[in-house]
């Protein structure tokens, strides 16, 4: 194995390019080798977790003042406005991100190659790359351009965007089958480490546990396929329902909500119109978990022993203790059964494990070549006495340091984990009741149709209510008749309406 | 830890990135194709696949006794079961095998249970004082179906490491509406295998 003296060696007259790349790199990638993402929404999801929506908007806003809005923020703006019942808004600023998936998609297809870290990103750090979003994210886009539609009574073109999500989810796994022998082939060749477990005092069972190895991949959600189920079933197309609920189950195993969706599906589909609404309640609960840098030291050979450099990598860390009720009570009678059934925080896990390999890779060649041009410098220096090249040496010394650090990127403003509920219920007004650690909460709503999607999301001190603009019945056609109202609440503790009409704070 | 030759490479890196970039200026081109060939992108279920249903089941159908000695016989289409983990959409298998069966000329077709809708709709809508009564559709005019055409889809995938094996059968019935009899039915068998390359 080379060492850092003998690579140095092969390396003379190259450190004043690499030096020269840095610099450069450094002065291209400007503010993002330094932009910590996890201390820059701290602010945006306390002001979403009091329910002040516009005033969250506002500081997202402030931390992303260039003309060039990237698709993180269109993942957070749109995910804000959709808590703030401003569905169109939503839809335009997640339309924008689908632009940007789309064309990674289309690259994905026809030039994998070009989706490959750029040169900064083994030079300065992972942030400097583009944000491509993590491929859970990407489906959950759709699934939530989805969610959008349903509730604006758009059923058809919900249908679209569920249809996306299948050829989504095949792109990523033809694109990550291939990535996962590159980089093996890669690592293998290079005699870099790719494994997270040799890493000295990483937090291994945070990404690596039996919850987590338990999911399939990191982007499929059993949400994603239980409400393609449930969109196709709405539209007329059982056979279409029927992949999608036994691809929910397969996901999501041993869950009698999801299996029932599967074996009731036929006689749903041939039931006469009785009056009733098929209500799919989706229950969101807290905030994605963060991705936070932590240093950790990396054994790099020099001088014919290991010298110890501190590299930066990734940690995910929970932000949020989500609950999740296990009964969602309707009009004080009936009780309909709440299934977890995402775990945004587990896939986002599992997308870590799965990216380490790379991510290690990638820190190893920087930290050889920060590590390499150092040698050089401070060679250099001492060798010719050139006070200029030892300032270069410690400036490339204390660059190296100041930007090693493990990007931060993640779709943050989405649900830490997803269940749901499902029920037939007349026609008309309806009272439903949540049971929290804070509280009761109640909500009204006004439902019409043959078919209803309400998402709810349960954060520490409030309560957003996505009820559907307007109901929709059979065919996907709109009916005239159709809105929510809130309601008081029922008891368990002083509740306050707050701005958003569906918004529904809980006494601290 | 890094290969040598490999990491003397790095001062290169920003001309590899020049070349990427104007790598990536090449313009993409688009053109139509024969929609008929050979679809082997993945082993899902292609458009190989549904023409080859189609064709097989049409040509099998023709041939059967209920066709072939019936005086234009009406056939309802209604829904295949998809049984498989896939979303293949079944419609657009059943509505190319009508195509074929409505081109032949040996068959016709009456509104299915999923047009029924639409039918009844237009027929009410037709009953409004804005049509001239001599034309209009009048109610209980239409014709029923004397057999039904059903089936099914269903797929058994085997995957090893480096190898993944799709079989899918398709199969379609066609009843008679009046007796309850099973007319005619056929199979379609596919079977797709990929090997990582």
């Given at each position: 194995?080379?060492?850092?003296?003998?690579?140095?060696?092969?390396?003379?007259?190259?450190?004043?390019?690499?030096?020269?790349?840095?610099?450069?790199?450094?002065?291209?990638?400007?503010?993002?080798?330094?932009?910590?993402?996890?201390?820059?929404?701290?602010?945006?999801?306390?002001?979403?977790?009091?329910?002040?929506?516009?005033?969250?908007?506002?500081?997202?806003?402030?931390?992303?003042?260039?003309?060039?809005?990237?698709?993180?923020?269109?993942?957070?703006?749109?995910?804000?406005?959709?808590?703030?019942?401003?569905?169109?808004?939503?839809?335009?600023?997640?339309?924008?991100?689908?632009?940007?998936?789309?064309?990674?998609?289309?690259?994905?297809?026809?030039?994998?190659?070009?989706?490959?870290?750029?040169?900064?990103?083994?030079?300065?750090?992972?942030?400097?790359?583009?944000?491509?979003?993590?491929?859970?994210?990407?489906?959950?886009?759709?699934?939530?351009?989805?969610?959008?539609?349903?509730?604006?009574?758009?059923?058809?073109?919900?249908?679209?965007?569920?249809?996306?999500?299948?050829?989504?989810?095949?792109?990523?796994?033809?694109?990550?089958?291939?990535?996962?022998?590159?980089?093996?082939?890669?690592?293998?060749?290079?005699?870099?480490?790719?494994?997270?477990?040799?890493?000295?005092?990483?937090?291994?069972?945070?990404?690596d546990n039996p919850a987590v190895?338990?999911?399939?991949?990191?982007?499929?959600?059993?949400?994603?396929?239980?409400?393609?189920?449930?969109?196709?079933?709405?539209?007329?197309?059982?056979?279409?329902?029927?992949?999608?609920?036994?691809?929910?189950?397969?996901?999501?195993?041993?869950?009698?909500?999801?299996?029932?969706?599967?074996?009731?599906?036929?006689?749903?589909?041939?039931?006469?119109?009785?009056?009733?609404?098929?209500?799919?309640?989706?229950?969101?609960?807290?905030?994605?978990?963060?991705?936070?840098?932590?240093?950790?030291?990396?054994?790099?050979?020099?001088?014919?022993?290991?010298?110890?450099?501190?590299?930066?990598?990734?940690?995910?860390?929970?932000?949020?203790?989500?609950?999740?009720?296990?009964?969602?009570?309707?009009?004080?009678?009936?009780?309909?059964?709440?299934?977890?059934?995402?775990?945004?925080d587990l896939m986002a896990r599992?997308?870590?494990?799965?990216?380490?390999?790379?991510?290690?890779?990638?820190?190893?060649?920087?930290?050889?070549?920060?590590?390499?041009?150092?040698?050089?410098?401070?060679?250099?220096?001492?060798?010719?006495?050139?006070?200029?090249?030892?300032?270069a040496a410690l400036a490339m010394?204390?660059?190296?340091?100041?930007?090693?650090?493990?990007?931060?990127?993640?779709?943050?403003?989405?649900?830490?984990?997803?269940?749901?509920?499902?029920?037939?219920?007349?026609?008309?007004?309806?009272?439903?009741?949540?049971?929290?650690?804070?509280?009761?909460?109640?909500?009204?709503?006004?439902?019409?149709?043959?078919?209803?999607?309400?998402?709810?999301?349960?954060?520490?001190?409030?309560?957003?209510?996505?009820?559907?603009?307007?109901?929709?019945?059979?065919?996907?056609?709109?009916?005239?008749?159709?809105?929510?109202?809130?309601?008081?609440?029922?008891?368990?503790?002083?509740?306050?309406?707050?701005?958003?009409?569906?918004?529904?704070?809980?006494?601290? | 830890?890094?290969?040598?030759?490999?990491?003397?490479?790095?001062?290169?890196?920003?001309?590899?990135?020049?070349?990427?970039?104007?790598?990536?200026?090449?313009?993409?081109?688009?053109?139509?194709?024969?929609?008929?060939?050979?679809?082997?992108?993945?082993?899902?279920?292609?458009?190989?696949?549904?023409?080859?249903?189609?064709?097989?089941?049409?040509?099998?159908?023709?041939?059967?006794?209920?066709?072939?000695?019936?005086?234009?016989?009406?056939?309802?289409?209604?829904?295949?079961?998809?049984?498989?983990?896939?979303?293949?959409?079944?419609?657009?298998?059943?509505?190319?095998?009508?195509?074929?069966?409505?081109?032949?000329?040996?068959?016709?077709?009456?509104?299915?249970?999923?047009?029924?809708?639409?039918?009844?709709?237009?027929?009410?809508?037709?009953?409004?004082?804005?049509?001239?009564?001599?034309?209009?559709?009048?109610?209980?005019?239409?014709?029923?179906?004397?057999?039904?055409?059903?089936?099914?889809?269903?797929?058994?995938?085997?995957?090893?490491?480096?190898?993944?094996?799709?079989?899918?059968?398709?199969?379609?019935?066609?009843?008679?509406?009046?007796?309850?009899?099973?007319?005619?039915?056929?199979?379609?068998?596919?079977?797709?295998?990929?090997?990582?390359?």
């Open positions: 194995m080379p060492d850092l003296l003998s690579v140095s060696r092969h390396y003379a007259g190259g450190w004043r390019c690499a030096l020269h790349a840095f610099g450069l790199v450094l002065c291209l990638s400007g503010c993002a080798a330094f932009r910590s993402y996890d201390n820059e929404m701290h602010k945006t999801l306390d002001q979403t977790s009091s329910g002040n929506l516009d005033r969250a908007i506002e500081v997202l806003e402030s931390n992303n003042r260039g003309d060039f809005k990237d698709l993180l923020y269109y993942f957070e703006l749109g995910m804000l406005q959709r808590l703030g019942d401003r569905y169109p808004d939503s839809q335009k600023s997640w339309m924008s991100a689908n632009a940007y998936v789309q064309a990674w998609e289309h690259t994905a297809q026809t030039n994998p190659s070009k989706l490959l870290p750029g040169a900064a990103s083994y030079l300065i750090n992972d942030k400097v790359r583009t944000y491509e979003g993590h491929d859970y994210e990407k489906v959950m886009l759709l699934t939530y351009i989805a969610l959008n539609f349903l509730a604006m009574g758009e059923y058809e073109n919900a249908r679209v965007a569920i249809k996306q999500t299948h050829e989504l989810e095949a792109v990523i796994a033809e694109l990550r089958r291939k990535e996962i022998v590159e980089v093996e082939q890669d690592a293998q060749k290079r005699g870099a480490r790719t494994s997270f477990k040799e890493l000295n005092g990483y937090p291994v069972q945070t990404i190895n338990a999911l399939k991949n990191s982007y499929q959600s059993a949400l994603s396929h239980y409400l393609a189920g449930f969109v196709y079933e709405s539209l007329g197309e059982p056979s279409l329902a029927a992949p999608g609920y036994r691809l929910a189950n397969e996901l999501q195993p041993n869950q009698p909500l999801l299996e029932e969706a599967l074996s009731g599906l036929e006689q749903r589909v041939s039931a006469p119109d009785a009056g009733l609404i098929d209500v799919l309640f989706v229950i969101g609960s807290g905030m994605a978990p963060a991705l936070q840098s932590r240093q950790f030291r990396l054994p790099i050979p020099a001088y014919g022993t290991l010298v110890i450099l501190p590299v930066a990598f990734p940690v995910m860390v929970p932000t949020s203790t989500p609950y999740l009720p296990g009964q969602l009570k309707l009009d004080d009678e009936q009780l309909l059964t709440v299934a977890p059934i995402t775990s945004i599992r997308a870590l494990k799965d990216d380490m390999p790379g991510i290690m890779l990638r820190a190893a060649i920087r930290t050889t070549a920060k590590g390499v041009a150092q040698y050089q410098l401070q060679h250099q220096g001492q060798k010719q006495d050139n006070a200029a090249l030892a300032i010394t204390l660059g190296s340091v100041v930007t090693e650090s493990a990007d931060e990127r993640t779709w943050r403003t989405l649900p830490s984990e997803i269940a749901i509920a499902r029920g037939r219920i007349p026609v008309g007004k309806h009272t439903i009741t949540l049971q929290t650690p804070e509280g009761v909460r109640s909500v009204q709503l006004n439902l019409s149709g043959r078919y209803a999607v309400v998402d709810l999301r349960l954060l520490q001190r409030q309560l957003y209510v996505q009820p559907p603009e307007v109901a929709v019945r059979e065919g996907g056609q709109q009916p005239t008749d159709a809105g929510v109202a809130p309601a008081p609440s029922t008891g368990g503790g002083p509740e306050t309406l707050k701005q958003q009409p569906h918004t529904m704070e809980t006494p601290k | 830890m890094i290969d040598l030759s490999r990491t003397r490479r790095l001062a290169l890196l920003p001309l590899f990135a020049a070349v990427a970039l104007a790598a990536g200026c090449a313009q993409e081109q688009t053109r139509y194709g024969d929609q008929r060939s050979i679809e082997t992108v993945t082993n899902q279920f292609s458009s190989t696949d549904l023409q080859m249903i189609a064709e097989s089941m049409t040509r099998s159908m023709l041939q059967s006794s209920a066709i072939v000695s019936g005086n234009l016989p009406i056939v309802t289409v209604q829904e295949v079961k998809n049984k498989t983990s896939e979303y293949i959409d079944t419609r657009a298998v059943t509505d190319s095998i009508r195509s074929e069966l409505q081109k032949s000329g040996k068959v016709r077709f009456a509104v299915d249970a999923a047009a029924m809708q639409q039918q009844v709709e237009e027929v009410e809508r037709q009953q409004g004082e804005y049509y001239d009564k001599e034309q209009t559709a009048e109610k209980g005019r239409m014709v029923g179906a004397q057999y039904r055409m059903e089936g099914n889809i269903i797929s058994i995938v085997k995957q090893a490491k480096d190898i993944r094996d799709v079989y899918y059968k398709f199969n379609l019935q066609l009843w008679n509406v009046r007796n309850g009899l099973l007319e005619w039915s056929d199979e379609k068998e596919i079977r797709k295998t990929t090997t990582k390359g």
